[in-house]
Protein backbone atom coordinates (compact mmCIF):
# COMPACT_ATOMS: atom_id res chain seq x y z
CA UNK A 1 0.00 0.00 0.00
CA UNK A 2 2.95 2.28 1.10
CA UNK A 3 4.28 1.67 -2.20
CA UNK A 4 0.91 2.56 -4.34
CA UNK A 5 1.19 6.22 -2.07
CA UNK A 6 4.42 6.76 -1.77
CA UNK A 7 6.73 7.94 1.18
CA UNK A 8 5.76 11.67 0.88
CA UNK A 9 1.63 10.93 1.80
CA UNK A 10 0.81 13.24 4.99
CA UNK A 11 0.76 11.08 8.38
CA UNK A 12 -1.45 11.56 11.20
CA UNK A 13 1.10 14.29 13.08
CA UNK A 14 1.32 16.06 9.41
CA UNK A 15 -2.24 16.76 9.41
CA UNK A 16 -2.59 17.99 12.99
CA UNK A 17 0.08 20.75 12.27
CA UNK A 18 -1.22 21.90 8.95
CA UNK A 19 -3.39 24.91 8.94
CA UNK A 20 -6.43 24.76 6.51
CA UNK A 21 -4.43 27.24 4.67
CA UNK A 22 -1.23 25.49 4.75
CA UNK A 23 -3.39 22.26 3.53
CA UNK A 24 -4.65 24.01 0.74
CA UNK A 25 -1.38 25.38 -0.58
CA UNK A 26 0.24 21.61 -0.34
CA UNK A 27 -3.41 20.53 -2.32
CA UNK A 28 -2.52 22.63 -5.40
CA UNK A 29 1.20 21.65 -5.07
CA UNK A 30 0.18 18.07 -5.39
CA UNK A 31 -0.92 16.82 -8.49
CA UNK A 32 1.40 13.68 -8.42
CA UNK A 33 -0.78 13.30 -4.97
CA UNK A 34 -4.12 13.82 -6.61
CA UNK A 35 -3.49 11.17 -9.63
CA UNK A 36 -2.26 8.51 -7.04
CA UNK A 37 -4.71 8.89 -5.05
CA UNK A 38 -7.71 8.66 -7.88
CA UNK A 39 -5.79 5.65 -8.95
CA UNK A 40 -5.88 4.35 -5.70
CA UNK A 41 -9.79 4.67 -5.08
CA UNK A 42 -10.33 3.00 -8.21
CA UNK A 43 -8.12 0.21 -7.80
CA UNK A 44 -10.25 -0.29 -3.99
CA UNK A 45 -13.67 0.12 -6.03
CA UNK A 46 -13.20 -2.53 -8.34
CA UNK A 47 -13.25 -6.13 -7.44
CA UNK A 48 -11.50 -7.06 -10.53
CA UNK A 49 -8.21 -5.84 -9.25
CA UNK A 50 -8.46 -5.71 -5.73
CA UNK A 51 -8.97 -10.00 -5.95
CA UNK A 52 -6.28 -10.47 -8.57
CA UNK A 53 -3.98 -8.68 -6.12
CA UNK A 54 -5.16 -10.23 -2.86
CA UNK A 55 -5.31 -13.90 -4.53
CA UNK A 56 -2.01 -13.49 -5.43
CA UNK A 57 -1.04 -12.32 -1.90
CA UNK A 58 -2.86 -14.57 0.19
CA UNK A 59 -2.28 -17.70 -1.90
CA UNK A 60 1.52 -16.98 -1.41
CA UNK A 61 1.06 -17.23 1.94
CA UNK A 62 -0.47 -20.69 3.65
CA UNK A 63 -0.95 -19.45 7.10
CA UNK A 64 -2.90 -16.35 5.98
CA UNK A 65 -6.28 -17.74 6.39
CA UNK A 66 -5.36 -19.27 9.84
CA UNK A 67 -4.07 -15.88 10.59
CA UNK A 68 -7.65 -14.03 10.06
CA UNK A 69 -9.37 -16.76 11.99
CA UNK A 70 -6.94 -17.22 15.12
CA UNK A 71 -6.70 -14.41 17.63
CA UNK A 72 -4.33 -12.27 17.20
CA UNK A 73 -1.34 -10.46 19.61
CA UNK A 74 -0.55 -7.84 17.57
CA UNK A 75 -2.47 -5.12 18.96
CA UNK A 76 -3.41 -3.32 15.36
CA UNK A 77 -4.36 -6.07 13.90
CA UNK A 78 -5.98 -8.00 16.50
CA UNK A 79 -9.67 -6.38 16.55
CA UNK A 80 -9.88 -6.01 12.79
CA UNK A 81 -8.87 -9.35 11.95
CA UNK A 82 -10.70 -11.44 14.59
CA UNK A 83 -13.98 -8.88 13.74
CA UNK A 84 -13.73 -9.59 9.91
CA UNK A 85 -13.28 -12.92 9.97
CA UNK A 86 -16.22 -13.16 12.64
CA UNK A 87 -18.37 -10.75 10.59
CA UNK A 88 -17.64 -12.63 7.38
CA UNK A 89 -17.89 -16.08 9.00
CA UNK A 90 -21.55 -15.00 9.79
CA UNK A 91 -22.53 -13.56 6.88
CA UNK A 92 -25.98 -15.58 5.97
CA UNK A 93 -26.16 -14.95 1.87
CA UNK A 94 -29.86 -15.41 1.55
CA UNK A 95 -29.39 -14.08 -2.44
CA UNK A 96 -29.28 -17.30 -3.92
CA UNK A 97 -28.88 -16.51 -7.69
CA UNK A 98 -31.26 -19.58 -8.45
CA UNK A 99 -34.79 -18.23 -10.26
CA UNK A 100 -36.80 -19.26 -7.21
CA UNK A 101 -34.95 -17.74 -4.90
CA UNK A 102 -36.00 -13.80 -2.52
CA UNK A 103 -33.68 -11.12 -2.96
CA UNK A 104 -32.92 -10.96 0.59
CA UNK A 105 -29.84 -10.09 1.77
CA UNK A 106 -27.82 -9.13 5.11
CA UNK A 107 -24.21 -8.18 6.54
CA UNK A 108 -22.71 -7.16 9.78
CA UNK A 109 -19.22 -5.91 8.50
CA UNK A 110 -18.41 -2.95 11.05
CA UNK A 111 -14.46 -2.55 9.63
CA UNK A 112 -15.51 1.53 9.06
CA UNK A 113 -15.57 2.60 12.55
CA UNK A 114 -12.24 3.63 13.06
CA UNK A 115 -12.08 5.94 9.95
CA UNK A 116 -15.64 7.30 10.64
CA UNK A 117 -14.56 8.21 14.43
CA UNK A 118 -11.41 9.90 13.00
CA UNK A 119 -13.01 11.68 10.29
CA UNK A 120 -16.09 13.40 12.88
CA UNK A 121 -13.32 14.12 15.04
CA UNK A 122 -10.69 15.81 12.79
CA UNK A 123 -13.75 17.70 11.43
CA UNK A 124 -14.80 18.87 14.87
CA UNK A 125 -10.69 20.27 15.32
CA UNK A 126 -10.63 21.53 11.93
CA UNK A 127 -14.56 23.21 11.49
CA UNK A 128 -14.75 21.73 8.20
CA UNK A 129 -17.90 20.97 7.18
CA UNK A 130 -19.11 17.40 5.79
CA UNK A 131 -19.65 18.60 2.41
CA UNK A 132 -16.07 20.84 2.49
CA UNK A 133 -14.28 17.06 3.66
CA UNK A 134 -11.79 15.16 1.33
CA UNK A 135 -10.69 11.61 1.36
CA UNK A 136 -7.11 13.32 0.81
CA UNK A 137 -6.85 14.56 4.25
CA UNK A 138 -6.74 11.67 5.83
CA UNK A 139 -3.44 10.30 6.50
CA UNK A 140 -1.71 6.67 5.64
CA UNK A 141 -1.48 5.53 9.41
CA UNK A 142 -5.15 5.65 9.71
CA UNK A 143 -6.50 4.61 6.32
CA UNK A 144 -3.83 2.13 6.05
CA UNK A 145 -6.51 -0.30 8.24
CA UNK A 146 -9.92 0.43 6.13
CA UNK A 147 -8.20 0.16 3.09
CA UNK A 148 -6.46 -3.33 3.80
CA UNK A 149 -9.60 -4.46 5.56
CA UNK A 150 -11.98 -3.31 2.59
CA UNK A 151 -9.56 -5.08 0.45
CA UNK A 152 -10.11 -8.10 2.62
CA UNK A 153 -13.73 -8.17 3.24
CA UNK A 154 -13.84 -7.91 -0.54
CA UNK A 155 -11.96 -10.96 -1.13
CA UNK A 156 -14.11 -12.91 1.51
CA UNK A 157 -17.44 -12.18 0.13
CA UNK A 158 -15.96 -12.67 -3.53
CA UNK A 159 -15.41 -16.36 -2.32
CA UNK A 160 -18.66 -16.68 -0.96
CA UNK A 161 -20.46 -14.93 -4.06
CA UNK A 162 -18.57 -16.54 -6.56
CA UNK A 163 -20.16 -20.07 -5.48
CA UNK A 164 -23.56 -18.83 -5.63
CA UNK A 165 -22.99 -16.97 -9.26
CA UNK A 166 -21.16 -19.34 -10.50
CA UNK A 167 -24.75 -21.72 -10.09
CA UNK A 168 -26.56 -19.57 -12.88
CA UNK A 169 -24.43 -19.69 -15.86
CA UNK A 170 -26.52 -16.70 -17.36
CA UNK A 171 -25.29 -14.58 -14.67
CA UNK A 172 -21.94 -15.46 -14.75
CA UNK A 173 -21.48 -14.54 -18.22
CA UNK A 174 -22.74 -10.92 -17.44
CA UNK A 175 -20.44 -10.95 -14.82
CA UNK A 176 -17.13 -11.72 -16.77
CA UNK A 177 -17.95 -9.82 -19.97
CA UNK A 178 -19.99 -7.02 -19.26
CA UNK A 179 -19.76 -6.50 -15.78
CA UNK A 180 -16.36 -6.88 -14.66
CA UNK A 181 -15.37 -5.33 -18.18
CA UNK A 182 -17.69 -2.90 -18.28
CA UNK A 183 -16.09 -1.58 -14.56
CA UNK A 184 -12.89 -1.01 -16.20
CA UNK A 185 -13.97 0.85 -18.91
CA UNK A 186 -15.94 2.91 -16.76
CA UNK A 187 -13.23 3.73 -14.38
CA UNK A 188 -11.41 4.82 -17.87
CA UNK A 189 -14.17 6.83 -18.90
CA UNK A 190 -14.58 8.83 -15.50
CA UNK A 191 -10.69 9.30 -15.32
CA UNK A 192 -10.43 11.23 -18.37
CA UNK A 193 -13.17 13.42 -17.71
CA UNK A 194 -15.60 15.56 -19.74
CA UNK A 195 -13.87 18.26 -20.99
CA UNK A 196 -15.21 21.75 -20.53
CA UNK A 197 -14.30 25.65 -21.88
CA UNK A 198 -14.26 27.51 -18.88
CA UNK A 199 -14.47 31.04 -21.14
CA UNK A 200 -17.85 29.05 -22.01
CA UNK A 201 -18.81 28.11 -18.69
CA UNK A 202 -18.81 31.65 -17.51
CA UNK A 203 -19.85 33.49 -20.87
CA UNK A 204 -22.52 31.15 -20.44
CA UNK A 205 -23.70 31.48 -16.53
CA UNK A 206 -24.23 35.24 -17.39
CA UNK A 207 -25.85 34.81 -20.70
CA UNK A 208 -28.49 32.45 -19.07
CA UNK A 209 -29.33 34.99 -15.74
CA UNK A 210 -29.78 37.68 -18.35
CA UNK A 211 -32.38 35.55 -20.29
CA UNK A 212 -33.92 34.27 -16.76
CA UNK A 213 -34.54 38.24 -15.79
CA UNK A 214 -35.51 39.31 -18.97
CA UNK A 215 -38.08 35.78 -18.96
CA UNK A 216 -39.64 36.84 -15.20
CA UNK A 217 -39.62 40.89 -16.41
CA UNK A 218 -42.21 39.36 -19.02
CA UNK A 219 -44.11 36.82 -17.04
CA UNK A 220 -45.15 40.26 -14.83
CA UNK A 221 -46.01 42.45 -17.13
CA UNK A 222 -49.27 40.35 -17.96
CA UNK A 223 -52.33 41.60 -16.91
CA UNK A 224 -53.69 38.47 -15.09
CA UNK A 225 -49.96 38.44 -13.10
CA UNK A 226 -50.39 41.93 -12.20
CA UNK A 227 -53.91 41.42 -10.77
CA UNK A 228 -52.87 38.58 -8.96
CA UNK A 229 -49.71 40.57 -7.36
CA UNK A 230 -52.46 43.51 -6.66
CA UNK A 231 -54.63 40.97 -4.68
CA UNK A 232 -52.08 39.04 -2.76
CA UNK A 233 -49.50 41.05 -2.73
CA UNK A 234 -46.67 38.68 -4.47
CA UNK A 235 -46.36 36.36 -7.38
CA UNK A 236 -43.29 33.52 -6.94
CA UNK A 237 -43.21 31.37 -9.93
CA UNK A 238 -41.69 28.39 -7.73
CA UNK A 239 -44.87 28.41 -5.78
CA UNK A 240 -46.66 25.72 -6.31
CA UNK A 241 -50.35 27.45 -4.28
CA UNK A 242 -49.74 30.15 -5.82
CA UNK A 243 -49.44 28.65 -9.66
CA UNK A 244 -52.39 27.12 -9.19
CA UNK A 245 -54.21 30.15 -8.09
CA UNK A 246 -53.08 31.92 -10.71
CA UNK A 247 -53.85 29.44 -13.30
CA UNK A 248 -56.76 27.78 -12.58
CA UNK A 249 -58.32 30.51 -10.56
CA UNK A 250 -57.67 34.14 -11.98
CA UNK A 251 -57.04 32.93 -15.62
CA UNK A 252 -59.31 30.34 -15.74
CA UNK A 253 -57.72 27.59 -17.68
CA UNK A 254 -58.54 23.93 -17.29
CA UNK A 255 -56.80 20.74 -16.65
CA UNK A 256 -57.98 17.24 -15.47
CA UNK A 257 -54.48 16.09 -14.30
CA UNK A 258 -54.10 16.09 -10.29
CA UNK A 259 -51.74 15.30 -8.09
CA UNK A 260 -51.47 12.20 -5.79
CA UNK A 261 -53.47 14.60 -2.85
CA UNK A 262 -55.92 14.98 -5.40
CA UNK A 263 -54.53 18.76 -5.89
CA UNK A 264 -54.45 19.64 -9.44
CA UNK A 265 -51.17 19.63 -11.27
CA UNK A 266 -49.06 22.35 -12.67
CA UNK A 267 -45.97 19.86 -13.87
CA UNK A 268 -44.55 20.28 -17.13
CA UNK A 269 -46.97 18.23 -19.31
CA UNK A 270 -49.36 20.54 -17.61
CA UNK A 271 -47.78 23.42 -18.36
CA UNK A 272 -47.19 22.35 -21.76
CA UNK A 273 -50.77 21.80 -22.54
CA UNK A 274 -51.80 24.82 -20.79
CA UNK A 275 -49.12 26.91 -23.15
CA UNK A 276 -51.26 26.05 -26.25
CA UNK A 277 -54.34 28.03 -24.59
CA UNK A 278 -52.22 31.03 -22.91
CA UNK A 279 -49.00 32.66 -22.81
CA UNK A 280 -48.69 32.77 -19.31
CA UNK A 281 -48.46 29.06 -18.75
CA UNK A 282 -45.50 29.39 -21.56
CA UNK A 283 -43.65 31.92 -19.81
CA UNK A 284 -43.65 30.30 -16.89
CA UNK A 285 -42.36 26.97 -18.45
CA UNK A 286 -39.26 28.91 -20.16
CA UNK A 287 -38.54 30.36 -16.63
CA UNK A 288 -38.39 26.89 -15.05
CA UNK A 289 -36.56 25.25 -17.87
CA UNK A 290 -33.53 28.45 -17.77
CA UNK A 291 -33.39 28.17 -14.07
CA UNK A 292 -32.75 24.50 -13.97
CA UNK A 293 -29.79 25.04 -16.94
CA UNK A 294 -28.31 27.88 -14.65
CA UNK A 295 -28.81 26.13 -11.52
CA UNK A 296 -28.41 22.22 -12.27
CA UNK A 297 -25.59 22.63 -14.95
CA UNK A 298 -23.96 26.05 -15.30
CA UNK A 299 -23.56 26.58 -11.44
CA UNK A 300 -22.51 22.93 -10.26
CA UNK A 301 -20.13 22.65 -13.28
CA UNK A 302 -17.86 25.18 -12.87
CA UNK A 303 -16.86 24.25 -9.14
CA UNK A 304 -16.51 21.23 -9.74
CA UNK A 305 -14.54 21.37 -12.19
CA UNK A 306 -10.37 19.78 -11.74
CA UNK A 307 -7.54 21.70 -12.22
CA UNK A 308 -7.39 20.38 -15.91
CA UNK A 309 -10.52 21.71 -16.71
CA UNK A 310 -12.26 18.24 -16.95
CA UNK A 311 -15.50 17.19 -14.58
CA UNK A 312 -14.80 13.90 -13.36
CA UNK A 313 -18.16 12.10 -12.70
CA UNK A 314 -19.71 8.59 -12.34
CA UNK A 315 -21.18 6.07 -14.58
CA UNK A 316 -22.82 3.31 -13.43
CA UNK A 317 -23.53 -0.31 -14.46
CA UNK A 318 -26.41 -1.14 -13.07
CA UNK A 319 -28.29 1.61 -11.21
CA UNK A 320 -31.37 1.40 -13.54
CA UNK A 321 -34.41 -0.90 -13.82
CA UNK A 322 -34.35 -1.25 -18.09
CA UNK A 323 -30.63 -2.32 -17.91
CA UNK A 324 -28.89 1.23 -19.16
CA UNK A 325 -26.35 2.57 -17.85
CA UNK A 326 -26.79 5.59 -15.28
CA UNK A 327 -24.65 8.81 -14.21
CA UNK A 328 -24.42 9.76 -10.88
CA UNK A 329 -22.17 12.29 -9.01
CA UNK A 330 -20.93 15.73 -9.61
CA UNK A 331 -22.95 15.94 -13.09
CA UNK A 332 -25.49 13.54 -14.14
CA UNK A 333 -24.30 13.32 -17.68
CA UNK A 334 -27.50 10.98 -18.78
CA UNK A 335 -29.73 14.04 -17.87
CA UNK A 336 -27.81 17.05 -20.27
CA UNK A 337 -31.18 19.36 -21.47
CA UNK A 338 -30.98 17.83 -25.55
CA UNK A 339 -32.64 20.85 -26.93
CA UNK A 340 -30.73 23.34 -25.54
CA UNK A 341 -27.26 24.16 -26.75
CA UNK A 342 -26.03 26.19 -23.74
CA UNK A 343 -24.49 23.53 -21.64
CA UNK A 344 -23.50 20.90 -24.62
CA UNK A 345 -21.66 23.65 -26.24
CA UNK A 346 -19.64 24.17 -22.87
CA UNK A 347 -18.28 20.49 -23.55
CA UNK A 348 -15.64 21.53 -26.14
CA UNK A 349 -12.10 19.87 -27.43
CA UNK A 350 -8.99 21.57 -26.35
CA UNK A 351 -6.94 22.65 -29.63
CA UNK A 352 -5.94 19.80 -32.35
CA UNK A 353 -8.69 17.95 -31.33
CA UNK A 354 -12.85 17.00 -32.27
CA UNK A 355 -15.28 16.08 -30.52
CA UNK A 356 -16.62 13.24 -31.93
CA UNK A 357 -20.14 11.61 -31.21
CA UNK A 358 -21.22 8.18 -32.13
CA UNK A 359 -24.88 7.81 -31.90
CA UNK A 360 -26.96 4.38 -32.55
CA UNK A 361 -29.62 4.57 -34.99
CA UNK A 362 -33.47 3.02 -34.02
CA UNK A 363 -31.38 0.63 -32.17
CA UNK A 364 -33.93 -0.58 -29.60
CA UNK A 365 -36.27 -1.32 -32.85
CA UNK A 366 -33.68 -3.15 -34.37
CA UNK A 367 -32.65 -5.26 -31.35
CA UNK A 368 -36.65 -6.28 -30.99
CA UNK A 369 -36.63 -6.94 -34.90
CA UNK A 370 -33.74 -9.84 -33.95
CA UNK A 371 -35.35 -10.85 -30.69
CA UNK A 372 -38.64 -11.32 -32.26
CA UNK A 373 -36.99 -13.23 -35.58
CA UNK A 374 -39.68 -11.38 -37.39
CA UNK A 375 -38.70 -11.32 -41.34
CA UNK A 376 -40.56 -8.43 -42.74
CA UNK A 377 -39.07 -5.83 -39.90
CA UNK A 378 -35.53 -7.16 -40.36
CA UNK A 379 -36.16 -6.74 -44.15
CA UNK A 380 -36.90 -2.99 -43.31
CA UNK A 381 -33.37 -2.77 -42.06
CA UNK A 382 -31.50 -4.66 -44.76
CA UNK A 383 -33.25 -2.69 -47.30
CA UNK A 384 -31.84 0.53 -45.94
CA UNK A 385 -33.42 3.72 -46.94
CA UNK A 386 -35.56 6.22 -44.34
CA UNK A 387 -36.71 3.44 -41.70
CA UNK A 388 -39.93 5.06 -40.50
CA UNK A 389 -41.16 6.40 -44.18
CA UNK A 390 -40.35 2.39 -45.30
CA UNK A 391 -42.55 1.46 -42.01
CA UNK A 392 -45.40 4.12 -43.06
CA UNK A 393 -45.25 2.30 -46.79
CA UNK A 394 -45.58 -1.27 -45.18
CA UNK A 395 -48.49 -0.42 -42.81
CA UNK A 396 -50.18 1.69 -44.56
CA UNK A 397 -49.75 0.18 -47.88
CA UNK A 398 -48.97 3.39 -49.54
CA UNK A 399 -49.02 3.59 -53.27
CA UNK A 400 -45.41 5.65 -53.47
CA UNK A 401 -42.05 5.33 -53.52
CA UNK A 402 -40.40 5.29 -49.95
CA UNK A 403 -38.61 8.83 -50.46
CA UNK A 404 -41.66 10.62 -51.18
CA UNK A 405 -43.36 9.61 -47.80
CA UNK A 406 -42.53 12.30 -45.99
CA UNK A 407 -43.66 14.97 -48.21
CA UNK A 408 -46.92 13.24 -49.35
CA UNK A 409 -48.23 11.13 -46.19
CA UNK A 410 -46.80 12.84 -43.63
CA UNK A 411 -49.46 12.29 -40.99
CA UNK A 412 -49.32 8.47 -41.48
CA UNK A 413 -45.37 8.69 -41.02
CA UNK A 414 -46.26 10.56 -37.97
CA UNK A 415 -48.00 7.46 -36.76
CA UNK A 416 -46.09 4.81 -37.45
CA UNK A 417 -43.42 6.36 -35.67
CA UNK A 418 -45.34 6.64 -32.96
CA UNK A 419 -46.60 3.70 -32.95
CA UNK A 420 -42.75 2.14 -33.51
CA UNK A 421 -41.43 3.63 -30.20
CA UNK A 422 -45.28 3.20 -28.45
CA UNK A 423 -44.52 -0.54 -28.76
CA UNK A 424 -41.20 -0.38 -27.63
CA UNK A 425 -42.13 1.18 -24.78
CA UNK A 426 -45.40 -0.22 -23.94
CA UNK A 427 -47.55 2.38 -24.61
CA UNK A 428 -51.16 1.70 -25.35
CA UNK A 429 -53.82 3.24 -27.82
CA UNK A 430 -54.35 6.18 -25.80
CA UNK A 431 -50.65 7.41 -25.19
CA UNK A 432 -49.85 7.01 -28.79
CA UNK A 433 -53.33 8.82 -29.90
CA UNK A 434 -51.86 11.58 -27.20
CA UNK A 435 -48.50 11.22 -28.63
CA UNK A 436 -49.57 12.02 -32.26
CA UNK A 437 -51.98 14.75 -31.69
CA UNK A 438 -49.48 16.35 -29.48
CA UNK A 439 -46.44 16.15 -32.46
CA UNK A 440 -48.53 16.49 -35.51
CA UNK A 441 -51.11 19.25 -34.33
CA UNK A 442 -53.75 17.20 -36.08
CA UNK A 443 -56.56 15.07 -33.45
CA UNK A 444 -55.53 11.41 -33.83
CA UNK A 445 -58.29 9.61 -32.18
CA UNK A 446 -57.79 6.13 -30.08
CA UNK A 447 -59.84 4.41 -32.23
CA UNK A 448 -57.47 5.28 -35.27
CA UNK A 449 -54.73 4.55 -32.94
CA UNK A 450 -56.22 0.99 -32.11
CA UNK A 451 -56.88 0.61 -36.16
CA UNK A 452 -52.99 2.04 -36.91
CA UNK A 453 -51.84 -0.68 -34.12
CA UNK A 454 -53.16 -3.59 -35.63
CA UNK A 455 -52.38 -2.88 -39.05
CA UNK A 456 -48.87 -2.71 -38.05
CA UNK A 457 -49.11 -5.64 -36.13
CA UNK A 458 -50.71 -7.30 -39.12
CA UNK A 459 -47.68 -6.34 -41.03
CA UNK A 460 -45.12 -7.70 -38.28
CA UNK A 461 -47.22 -10.45 -37.27
CA UNK A 462 -44.10 -12.10 -35.26
CA UNK A 463 -43.44 -8.87 -33.56
CA UNK A 464 -46.69 -9.14 -31.78
CA UNK A 465 -46.04 -12.73 -31.28
CA UNK A 466 -42.68 -12.16 -29.64
CA UNK A 467 -44.35 -9.89 -27.09
CA UNK A 468 -47.46 -11.98 -26.05
CA UNK A 469 -44.86 -14.78 -25.44
CA UNK A 470 -42.75 -12.49 -23.31
CA UNK A 471 -45.72 -11.44 -21.78
CA UNK A 472 -47.20 -14.85 -20.78
CA UNK A 473 -43.69 -15.24 -19.32
CA UNK A 474 -43.25 -12.36 -16.85
CA UNK A 475 -46.57 -13.06 -15.48
CA UNK A 476 -45.71 -16.97 -15.06
CA UNK A 477 -42.39 -16.27 -13.52
CA UNK A 478 -42.03 -12.67 -12.13
CA UNK A 479 -38.84 -12.50 -13.91
CA UNK A 480 -37.23 -12.19 -17.07
CA UNK A 481 -33.63 -12.79 -18.83
CA UNK A 482 -32.08 -10.72 -21.85
CA UNK A 483 -30.77 -12.10 -24.67
CA UNK A 484 -27.18 -11.56 -22.81
CA UNK A 485 -27.82 -12.69 -19.45
CA UNK A 486 -29.02 -9.33 -17.54
CA UNK A 487 -31.99 -10.23 -15.09
CA UNK A 488 -34.79 -8.49 -13.97
CA UNK A 489 -37.08 -9.41 -11.16
CA UNK A 490 -40.25 -8.39 -11.92
CA UNK A 491 -42.28 -9.16 -8.94
CA UNK A 492 -45.22 -7.17 -9.32
CA UNK A 493 -46.81 -9.01 -11.97
CA UNK A 494 -48.56 -10.77 -8.80
CA UNK A 495 -50.30 -7.68 -7.50
CA UNK A 496 -54.18 -7.88 -7.31
CA UNK A 497 -53.74 -4.31 -8.51
CA UNK A 498 -54.39 -4.66 -12.66
CA UNK A 499 -52.70 -1.27 -13.04
CA UNK A 500 -49.75 -1.66 -11.46
CA UNK A 501 -49.53 -5.46 -12.68
CA UNK A 502 -49.84 -4.08 -16.09
CA UNK A 503 -46.88 -1.36 -15.51
CA UNK A 504 -44.68 -4.56 -14.69
CA UNK A 505 -45.09 -6.16 -17.34
CA UNK A 506 -44.22 -3.13 -19.71
CA UNK A 507 -41.48 -2.53 -17.59
CA UNK A 508 -40.21 -6.35 -18.49
CA UNK A 509 -40.66 -5.87 -22.38
CA UNK A 510 -39.05 -2.35 -22.28
CA UNK A 511 -36.23 -4.01 -20.44
CA UNK A 512 -35.64 -6.60 -23.16
CA UNK A 513 -35.13 -4.71 -25.78
CA UNK A 514 -33.46 -1.60 -23.90
CA UNK A 515 -30.86 -3.38 -21.76
CA UNK A 516 -29.74 -5.30 -24.82
CA UNK A 517 -29.61 -2.24 -27.20
CA UNK A 518 -27.54 -0.60 -23.98
CA UNK A 519 -24.95 -3.61 -23.72
CA UNK A 520 -24.10 -3.64 -27.39
CA UNK A 521 -22.94 -0.19 -26.89
CA UNK A 522 -21.62 -0.62 -23.91
CA UNK A 523 -19.32 -3.92 -25.32
CA UNK A 524 -18.66 -1.82 -28.20
CA UNK A 525 -16.95 0.96 -26.04
CA UNK A 526 -14.93 -2.03 -24.08
CA UNK A 527 -13.64 -3.42 -27.24
CA UNK A 528 -12.81 0.38 -28.47
CA UNK A 529 -10.95 1.38 -25.09
CA UNK A 530 -9.11 -1.69 -25.57
CA UNK A 531 -8.10 -1.23 -28.42
CA UNK A 532 -6.77 2.43 -27.80
CA UNK A 533 -4.35 1.12 -24.95
CA UNK A 534 -2.95 -1.39 -26.73
CA UNK A 535 -1.79 0.76 -30.26
CA UNK A 536 -1.51 3.74 -28.15
CA UNK A 537 -4.06 5.95 -29.25
CA UNK A 538 -4.58 9.43 -27.65
CA UNK A 539 -8.45 9.47 -27.93
CA UNK A 540 -10.39 9.89 -24.96
CA UNK A 541 -14.01 8.02 -24.15
CA UNK A 542 -14.92 10.61 -22.00
CA UNK A 543 -18.96 9.80 -21.69
CA UNK A 544 -21.66 7.44 -22.33
CA UNK A 545 -24.65 9.12 -22.97
CA UNK A 546 -28.05 6.90 -23.84
CA UNK A 547 -26.67 5.38 -27.04
CA UNK A 548 -23.84 7.15 -27.57
CA UNK A 549 -20.17 7.48 -27.30
CA UNK A 550 -18.25 10.61 -27.09
CA UNK A 551 -14.88 11.17 -27.02
CA UNK A 552 -11.96 13.82 -27.62
CA UNK A 553 -9.98 12.94 -29.87
CA UNK A 554 -6.66 14.14 -32.08
CA UNK A 555 -7.55 14.91 -35.33
CA UNK A 556 -5.15 13.18 -36.78
CA UNK A 557 -6.88 10.33 -35.03
CA UNK A 558 -10.92 11.23 -35.61
CA UNK A 559 -11.28 9.23 -39.29
CA UNK A 560 -9.36 5.54 -37.39
CA UNK A 561 -11.16 6.11 -34.29
CA UNK A 562 -14.47 6.35 -35.99
CA UNK A 563 -13.98 3.67 -37.97
CA UNK A 564 -12.70 1.22 -35.29
CA UNK A 565 -15.33 1.90 -32.88
CA UNK A 566 -17.77 1.59 -35.79
CA UNK A 567 -16.10 -1.98 -36.14
CA UNK A 568 -16.79 -2.90 -32.68
CA UNK A 569 -20.21 -1.72 -32.35
CA UNK A 570 -21.10 -3.48 -35.20
CA UNK A 571 -19.35 -6.48 -34.46
CA UNK A 572 -21.51 -9.68 -34.67
CA UNK A 573 -22.57 -10.62 -30.92
CA UNK A 574 -25.35 -12.78 -31.71
CA UNK A 575 -27.89 -9.87 -32.38
CA UNK A 576 -27.27 -9.18 -35.67
CA UNK A 577 -29.30 -8.76 -39.14
CA UNK A 578 -27.11 -10.79 -41.69
CA UNK A 579 -26.15 -8.17 -44.36
CA UNK A 580 -27.25 -5.13 -42.05
CA UNK A 581 -25.34 -4.31 -38.88
CA UNK A 582 -26.66 -2.06 -36.00
CA UNK A 583 -26.55 1.63 -37.27
CA UNK A 584 -23.76 3.93 -36.51
CA UNK A 585 -24.04 7.88 -36.98
CA UNK A 586 -20.88 9.95 -36.12
CA UNK A 587 -20.52 13.33 -35.60
CA UNK A 588 -17.41 15.26 -35.39
CA UNK A 589 -17.12 19.09 -34.42
CA UNK A 590 -15.30 21.00 -32.00
CA UNK A 591 -18.44 21.10 -29.33
CA UNK A 592 -20.99 18.60 -28.45
CA UNK A 593 -23.47 20.74 -29.74
CA UNK A 594 -22.59 20.67 -33.21
CA UNK A 595 -21.53 24.28 -33.44
CA UNK A 596 -24.94 25.19 -32.20
CA UNK A 597 -23.10 27.26 -29.60
CA UNK A 598 -21.69 29.85 -31.88
CA UNK A 599 -25.26 30.14 -33.71
CA UNK A 600 -27.06 31.07 -30.82
CA UNK A 601 -24.47 33.36 -29.14
CA UNK A 602 -23.51 34.51 -32.95
CA UNK A 603 -24.28 38.34 -32.06
Known sequence: MKEIIGDDYPTYEDSVKLTLAERDIAKSNSDRLLKENLELRHRLSCIADDIEIIQRHISSHKESRNWFKQPSTNKDGSI?????????????????????????????VKHEAELDNWIKDYRKRTGILKESFSWDLVPFDVMKNYAAMDAVVTYLLFEKFEAALTKNEKLTWVYRNILLEGCRFLVAVESNGVPFDMTRLEFGQKRMQEDIDAAV???????????????????????????????????????????ATGALSTDAEVLG???EEHDVPKHILEVRQKVKIKNTY???????????????????????????????GK???????????????????????????????????????????DKGLMKVFSDGGNFHSTIAKQVFRLPCDVDDVAEMYGDK?????????????????????????????????????????????????NLRRWLDDQKKFIQANGFVYSRFGRKRRLPDVFSQDKGIASHEVRSGINFLVQSVASDVNLMGG??????????????????????????EVPEDEVEHYSAKLQEFIQKDRGLSIPGAPIGCDFDVADDYSLGKFEKLYAN
Open 80 to 108: YADEAWHNISNIEIACDLNDDAPLEWGSK
Open 217 to 259: EALYSFPEVKAFISAKGEFNPNSTLQLRSLLFDYIGLKSDKKT
Open 273 to 275: NLA
Open 298 to 328: LDKIIPNLDRDGRLRTNFNLHGTTSGRLSSS
Open 331 to 373: LNMQQLPRDNPTVKGCIKAKAGHKIVAMDLTTAEVYCAAVLAN
Open 413 to 461: RQQAKAVTFGIMYGAGPTKIAWQVTKDSGKEFTVQEANETIKDYFEAFP
Open 526 to 551: IDMQKYIEKTGMKAKMFALVHDSILA
